[in-house]
C-alpha cells in the first residue's frame, strides 16, 4: 500500500498442508514438500486497485496529498486525510494480463499436455484433410472434361452440352448401359447413347458432361425419353437419376429435365423408361425443391461440403477444408474469451456424463463461440466462392471435340465442329462482371492463416494460466461448439439457402454447383446453312423396349438377387453382432474367477468352520479368529509384522476397499401371537423379520429400552446400537437362505488395531450384543487382486432361526469394474461401439417398419424378440453406465481416503450381476434371430415348421401334462415338506419332480423317509415317464414326419449360401455373373436387344414418317392462306379463341332456332 492507494505486484499461491508447519520452515520460509496436500477447489481471484482524493481548486486537478489509506475492501474504501477538504475514493479492477514470465516458465509438455495435444492434434489433422484434398481436387478436375458421345458425327455443325446429375439415395450409382432421344419444337434426335466403358458410369451424387452432336439445331427442347439396360452387375443396374441439365451451345439457352425419380424394374413405378418434360410449370415444386436442397448441402453445410463437392464447383476441397479449420480455430479462441467471461469454475456440473462434466454456463458457451466463427468463416467462405480465376481453363467443349467421339479416342479427322468454333477469354454476364478479382482468394487464405496463427498463440497462453482442469472444461465447451455447428446451425443454414434459392433468387438446379462456364474460356460456334433446314435428322437405330413379360422376369430376377443380398447381409451383419456382443461378454468375465472365489471361500469359510455353525458361541469364536487373523492382514511367516501390507486382508494377497463391517438385522418385539395354553409361560413371541418386522429403534447398551432421561446418557449413545438406515450405509435389500433383509441395521466398524477389535468384539459379546431378537448377522466387505484385475463383494451371513440354531449362508462375487487400455482392452472398447451402433440401427429398422405395417407388424412372433434384443440392449447399456459411474464414485473415495474410508460396494455388485443377466439374455436371442435370417433353408426351417404344424394337439395335450404332473407335485409336497429339504415348499417340490422325471433322484433316501411316497414314486414313473412323455413324443415325431415329406425333394426358395460364393467367385474373376442373373444379363441368350439397327428397307417408313413430320407446317400455310382472303389477317392464329368463337356461335344460333 502506498501512502493514499493501493497498488504493487503480489503473487499468491493456495496450497493444502496435510500437518502445520514448525516455527523454523516458517522463518526460514521454506518447507518439505512431502507435507503438500493434493489440494483441489475452485477459488475466484479479484484484483483491484483504489485511492484517496481530493478536488485541489487551485489547480484544478485531484490530488492525493496529504491523504492516506487506512483500508480497503472489494466494496469500500477507508481514508485518513489531514484537512477537512471534501474528498473521493476511487476505484480501478485491474484488467486481466498475461504474465510471460510465469507462462514460460510453466510451459514444459508435461504440465500442459492437453493444451499441447490438442493444438498438435488439430494442426496435423489440418495438414493431412489439405494433402488428401488437394489429391482430390486433381481426380475433381479431371471430371470437369467433358466427354462426347459414341455416336456422335464427324460432319455435325451443332452442338449441345449434356450434364447428367445422378441423385444421392443408396444404390443409385448405375452401370448399365443408358440411351435417350430428344425431343424438339423442330427436330428430334436419333436414339442417342451414352458412353459406356470401364470408367464410364453414372456415380452416386456424381455430375457427368457430355457432347452430343447433330447435324442442325432440335428448336426449343420439349421432351427427353431416357433408359437403361438393367445390364449393370447387382446394385450397379438400377439408377435414381436427378435431373438433366442441356444446353445448346450455339443460344446458350439452358432446358433442365428433373427427374428425382427410380429407373429400376424394383422400385416402384417400376420401370427403366422415362419421358420427363422440360415445362418447369409441368414439375412440382417439390422436386425442384428436393434438388436444390441437395444442392445446398453438397455446397453450404461446412462439414459435409469436403466429402462431396461437386467437381464444376469453384469451391475446392482444400477451401473447404480451410474454412472447417477456420471455424475450429476461431471457435477455440472464442471458447477462450467467452470461458474468461464468465465465472464458469464457480457454477456446479448439471450434465454429468461420467465423461462430460458440463454445467449450462459452459454449454451456452459453447454454443454462442459460433457467434465468434460464423462472421469469420461465412467470409472466408464468401471470398473463395466468389473470387475469379487467375487463368481460364481451355473450353471442354473445344477439348472433347479435339478429342474424338468414340469413348475417348482421339480421331484422326477433325470435327467439323472444331473448325467452326471459337473461344472468347471475356466474361460480359451480369454474374461474370459481380465476381471479384482473383486477389481476394490469396485474402482468403490469408485470412486462415492469421486466425490459426493468433488462435494457437492466445489459447496456448490462456491455457497454462488457467491449468489443466480449466483446460479439460475448455475442450469440453469446444465439443460443444462442434456438436452445435454440426448438428443444428449448419442444417438450418442448408434449408434457409435452399429456400431463398427457391423462392427469392429462383436459381437453376445447377446454379449453385456448376461455375465451368464462369471459369473456361466462352465458347462460341460460327452458324451453317444446315441449321435452316427443316429436314428430320435421319434414324439410324430403333428403340425396341422390352416386353412386359420380360420386365417382369428381370424385376423376378432382380428381387430374387435383393432377398438373397438382403440375407447375405443379415447374416454377416449379425455374425458380427454376436461376435462383438461375445468379445464384450468374455471381457465382463474371467476364467479366474472361480479360482479368485475358491482361495477367499477357503479363508473365510472353510478355514474356520463357518460352515458348521450351529450356536451363538460357535459364531463367536468365529468372528474373533477370523475377523483379526483374516479380514487384516497377520505376521509373515517369520513371525515378523506386515509391514508394506497395510490395508491387505489375511492371505496378504488381496486389497481391502475401505474396512469390513458387522452388521445386524434384529426383528421387532411380539411380531406374532403366543397362544393362550402357554401365556402364563411367556408373552414374547418373535418371528422371521420378513423385513416389514425389522427393527429401526436406537437402544441402550445390552439392548435396553431409552426413554427420555437416559437417551443422553453415554451408554445410550454406543454406535452398535444405534440404528443406521439404508441410505446412510448404500445397502439395498438382500436374499439369504431363509429371508429377505433390508439395507439398514446396526453397524460394527472392523478397524483399527488387531487388540482393539479383540477387545471391541470382547465387550460386544459380554453386553449380549446378539441375543433373542437377533435375526442375522452379515459380514460384507470388498477386495481386490491387482494381479486378476478383480474385485470381489463378499457378505457373509449368519442366519439365526426363530425354532433356534444358526443357519450359515455366503455369497462371494467376483466382478470386473474397469476394462485396462491394452489391445484386448481396444478391442472391446470397439465392440461396444459397434454393438451400439448395430441396436441404434435396429431401433431405426423395426421403429419405421412398425409404422408402415402398423398393427400387422405384431402378427409375426419374430417381431418380439426383435424388440427383446432392442429393449434388452439398451437395458444392457444403461446398467453399463450406472456401472461404471458407480466404479468412479468408489474410486474417487478410495483415492481421497487412501483406502481408510467407508466404501460399500453392494450396489456396483447389483449391477454388474445385472449387466451380466442382460448380456446373457441378449446373446440367447440375438442366437434365437438367427433362426429366423436361415429361413429360407428348408432344414433350418424344419423346426419351426414342425411346432407349427403339431401345435394344435400340442398345446391341448400340454394342459393334460401339466395337470397330472402337478397334482404329484402336490401329493410329495404334503407327505415329504417336513422330511426332505428337497420338498420344504411347492417351489422346491416342483423342481425335484422334474428331476425325477429325468431319473436323476437318489431313491433310497426317499424309501428311507416315507413307503407312502416311495409307493407313489412307482405311479408317478409309470404316468409320466412311460406314458404322457411317450405321446409327447410320439405327436412332435408325427409333425416332424409330415413336414419331412413335404420339404423332401423341395429346393430352397434362395440359396443364399450359393449367392455369396457367387458373389465371391465373381470378385476374384474366376466367375462371370452370380448364378440365377445370368439368365437375364444382355450377354445371356434370353435378353433381347433393347436397342436396333434400323433395317435397309425401311426408307419407305423414313418418308412416310418425314410426310407425318411436315403436316404441322402444310396446316399453318392453310391457315394462313383461309386467315388473310376470307377475314382480311384479323384472326388470332396463335391461341384457341378462334375456335371458342365459332362454337359460341354455333350454340346461338341452335338456341334461337
Known amino acids: ?90 476505484f480501478f479492477i485491474q484488467p486481466t494480463s498475461l504474465d510471460f514470465e510465469y507462462i514460460k516458465a510453466k510451459a514444459d509438455f508435461a504440465d500442459n499436455v492437453s493444451v499441447y495435444m490438442t493444438v498438435i492434434l488439430v494442426v496435423l489433422c489440418y495438414l493431412v484433410s489439405l494433402i488428401i484434398s488437394r489429391w482430390q481436387d486433381g481426380r475433381d478436375n479431371k471430371r470437369v472434361r467433358c466427354k462426347g458421345l459414341p455416336d456422335n458425327c464427324i460432319e455435325d455443325t451443332y452442338a449441345y452440352e449434356i450434364v447428367v446429375l445422378t441423385g444421392s439415395k443408396s444404390e443409385a450409382t448405375c452401370k448399365s448401359k443408358v440411351h435417350f432421344i430428344l425431343t424438339g419444337d423442330r427436330n428430334e434426335t436419333d436414339v442417342r447413347e451414352f458412353p459406356h466403358g470401364k470408367d464410364d458410369y453414372f456415380v452416386k451424387g456424381g455430375i457427368n458432361s457430355f457432347v452430343m452432336t447433330c447435324s442442325r439445331p432440335l428448336g426449343n427442347l420439349n421432351i427427353l425419353r431416357i433408359w437403361h439396360d438393367n445390364s449393370g452387375i447387382g446394385n450397379y443396374a438400377s439408377w435414381f437419376l436427378g435431373a438433366v441439365i442441356i444446353r445448346d451451345l450455339v443460344t446458350n439457352k439452358k432446358y433442365q429435365f428433373i427427374s428425382n425419380r427410380w429407373l429400376a424394374v424394383e422400385k416402384y413405378p417400376e420401370q427403366i423408361d422415362l419421358k420427363i418434360p422440360e415445362n418447369k410449370e409441368m414439375i412440382s415444386l417439390k422436386e425442384i425443391y428436393l434438388q436444390n436442397k441437395e444442392n445446398s448441402l453438397k455446397q453450404n453445410h461446412l462439414w459435409i461440403a469436403p466429402f462431396f463437392r461437386p467437381s464444376r464447383s469453384r469451391y475446392t476441397r482444400c477451401q473447404r477444408i480451410a474454412a472447417c479449420f477456420t471455424f475450429i480455430f476461431t471457435a477455440m479462441l472464442g471458447n477462450v474469451f467467452l470461458y474468461e467471461q464468465f465465472e464458469v469454475s464457480s457454477v456446479p456440473a448439471t450434465v454429468d456424463w461420467s465423461v462430460l462434466d458440463l454445467s449450462e454456463i459452459e454449454i451456452i458457451i459453447g454454443v454462442l463461440a459460433n457467434l465468434y466463427s460464423f462472421p469469420v468463416v461465412f467470409l472466408v467462405t464468401v471470398l473463395f466462392k466468389f473470387s475469379r480465376p487467375f487463368k481460364l481453363r481451355e473450353n471442354r467443349i473445344i477439348s472433347a471435340l479435339k478429342n474424338g467421339f468414340g469413348y475417348g479416342t482421339k480421331s484422326e479427322t477433325k470435327s467439323a465442329l472444331v473448325e467452326t468454333a471459337e473461344v472468347e477469354t471475356l466474361h460480359t454476364t451480369k454474374y461474370e462482371k459481380l465476381l471479384l478479382p482473383p486477389i481476394f482468394k490469396l485474402l482468403s487464405w490469408f485470412i486462415c492463416l492469421v486466425m490459426a496463427v493468433i488462435s494457437i498463440l492466445f489459447c496456448f497462453t490462456h491455457a497454462v494460466v488457467m491449468g489443466n482442469d480449466k483446460i479439460h472444461r475448455w475442450l469440453a465447451c469446444l465439443m460443444v461448439t462442434f456438436f452445435s455447428s454440426l448438428l443444428v446451425i449448419e442444417p438450418i443454414k442448408v434449408v434457409l439457402v435452399a429456400v431463398l434459392n427457391h423462392v427469392l433468387c429462383k436459381l437453376d438446379v445447377d446454379d449453385d454447383i456448376d461455375d465451368a462456364d464462369v471459369d473456361e474460356e466462352r465458347l462460341k460456334i460460327k452458324p451453317s446453312e444446315d441449321w435452316e433446314s427443316n429436314k428430320p435428322i435421319k434414324k439410324t437405330k ?14 423376378q430376377a432382380r428381387i430374387k438377387e435383393l432377398k438373397s443380398q438382403a440375407f447375405a447381409k443379415d447374416i454377416i451383419t449379425y455374425i458380427i453382432f454376436l461376435s462383438c456382443i461375445f468379445i464384450i461378454s468374455i471381457e465382463n468375465r474371467d476364467s479366474y474367477s472361480y479360482m479368485f472365489k475358491a482361495q477367499i471361500e477357503k479363508n473365510f469359510i472353510l478355514k474356520n468352520g463357518f460352515h458348521k455353525l450351529l450356536t451363538t458361541d460357535d459364531y463367536w469364536r468365529w468372528a474373533h479368529s477370523t475377523l483379526i487373523q483374516e479380514l487384516k492382514a497377520g505376521p509373515l511367516y517369520n513371525g515378523k509384522p506386515p509391514y508394506g501390507y497395510r490395508g491387505f486382508v489375511g492371505d496378504h494377497t488381496q486389497r481391502i476397499i475401505g474396512f469390513g463391517t458387522l452388521r445386524q438385522i434384529r426383528v421387532k418385539r411380539n411380531t406374532c401371537m403366543v397362544a393362550p395354553s402357554v401365556v402364563n409361560l411367556t408373552r414374547e413371541c418373535a418371528q422371521q423379520s420378513n423385513m416389514i418386522n425389522e427393527e429401526n429403534r436406537h437402544f441402550c447398551n445390552a439392548w435396553h429400552e431409552r426413554n427420555e432421561l437416559t437417551k443422553n446418557l453415554p451408554s445410550c449413545m454406543n454406535p452398535e446400537f444405534r440404528y443406521r438406515t439404508a441410505e446412510e450405509l448404500q445397502g439395498l435389500p438382500i436374499r439369504a437362505k431363509k429371508d429377505v433383509y433390508l439395507g439398514g441395521g446396526y453397524i460394527i466398524k472392523i478397524k483399527g488395531t488387531n487388540s482393539d477389535i479383540s477387545e471391541k468384539l470382547t465387550r460386544l459379546q459380554q453386553q449380549h450384543w446378539i441375543n433373542n431378537q437377533t435375526r442375522a448377522v452379515l459380514l460384507e466387505f470388498g477386495v481386490y487382486n491387482v494381479n486378476l484385475n478383480l474385485f470381489a463383494v463378499c457378505t457373509i ?24 487400455l491394452d489391445l484386448f482392452g481396444a478391442i472391446t472398447f470397439i465392440s461396444q461401439f459397434t454393438c451400439f451402433c448395430f441396436i441404434v440401427y435396429f431401433t431405426l429398422r423395426e421403429t419405421t417398419l412398425f409404422i408402415k405395417l402398423k398393427m400387422s407388424y405384431w402378427s409375426s412372433y419374430w417381431a418380439f424378440v426383435e424388440w427383446g434384443i432392442i429393449i434388452d440392449a439398451f437395458a ?20 481421497k481416503t487412501y483406502g481408510n474410508g467407508y466404501i460399500k460396494m453392494q450396489y456396483v455388485g447389483f449391477l454388474d450381476e445385472i449387466y451380466g443377466y442382460t448380456i446373457g439374455m441378449l446373446m440367447f436371442m440375438a442366437v434365437l434371430r438367427l433362426l429366423k435370417i436361415m429361413e429360407f433353408n428348408n432344414r433350418m426351417s424344419m423346426l419351426i415348421f414342425t411346432l407349427n404344424r403339431c401345435w394344435s394337439e400340442l398345446s391341448g395335450f400340454l394342459v393334460i401334462f401339466f395337470f397330472a404332473f402337478f397334482s404329484f407335485v402336490q401329493l410329495f409336497f404334503f407327505i415329504l415338506y417336513s422330511d426332505m429339504y428337497d420338498f420344504k415348499n411347492i417351489m422346491s417340490a416342483f423342481q425335484t419332480c422334474f428331476t425325477m422325471m429325468l431319473n436323476k433322484f437318489k431313491f433310497g433316501t426317499l424309501l428311507d423317509t416315507s413307503v407312502t411316497a416311495a409307493v407313489m414314486f412307482f405311479f408317478f414313473a409309470v404316468s409320466v415317464n412311460f406314458i404322457l412323455i411317450n405321446v409327447l413324443l410320439t405327436i412332435i415325431l408325427e409333425g416332424y414326419e409330415s413336414v419331412r415329406s413335404e420339404l423332401e425333394g423341395k429346393k430352397n426358395e434362395l440359396e443364399v449360401i450359393q449367392y455369396m460364393k457367387d458373389v465371391v467367385m465373381f470378385m476374384v474373376g474366376a466367375k462371370k455373373r452370380p448364378g440365377f442373373l445370368h439368365e437375364f444379363s444382355p450377354e445371356g441368350l434370353k435378353n433381347d436387344e433393347i436397342v436396333r439397327k434400323k433395317e435397309k428397307d425401311s426408307d419407305k417408313d423414313d418418308i412416310e414418317e418425314s410426310v407425318v413430320n411436315e403436316l404441322p407446317d402444310k396446316v399453318d400455310e392453310i391457315l394462313k392462306y383461309i386467315n388473310v382472303t376470307y377475314f382480311g389477317g384479323e384472326l388470332d392464329l396463335e391461341t384457341k379463341k378462334i375456335l371458342e368463337k365459332g362454337m359460341k356461335d354455333d350454340q346461338n344460333t341452335i338456341k334461337l332456332q
Not at 483491484?48 to 490530488?63: A, K, P, Q
Open 1 to 90: 500500500m502506498s501512502k493514499n492507494r493501493t497498488g504493487g505486484r503480489w503473487f499468491l499461491t493456495v496450497i493444502d498442508l496435510k500437518e502445520d508447519l514448525s516455527y523454523q520452515e516458517i522463518l526460514m520460509q521454506t518447507f518439505d514438500q512431502a507435507k503438500i496436500g493434493n489440494f483441489q477447489t475452485d477459488y475466484h481471484l479479484r484484483a483491484y486497485t483504489s485511492g484517496c482524493y481530493y478536488l485541489d481548486e487551485g489547480h484544478e486537478v485531484w490530488t492525493g496529498k496529504h491523504m492516506k489509506v487506512l483500508k480497503s475492501t472489494y466494496d469500500e474504501t477507508v481514508c485518513l486525510s489531514s484537512h477537512l477538504t471534501l474528498f473521493a475514493s476511487g
Open 542 to 555: 430403333i428403340y425396341v423396349p422390352y416386353s412386359a413379360l420380360h420386365l417382369d422376369k428381370l424385376k
Open 797 to 820: 451371513v449368519a442366519e439365526w432361526l426363530p425354532g433356534g440354531g444358526v443357519a450359515p449362508y455366503y455369497r462371494i462375487d467376483p466382478i470386473r469394474l474397469w476394462t485396462p
Open 876 to 895: 444392457a447399456i444403461c446398467f453399463n453406465v450406472l456401472k461404471q459411474i458407480e466404479t468412479k464414485r468408489i474410486l474417487d473415495v478410495f483415492s
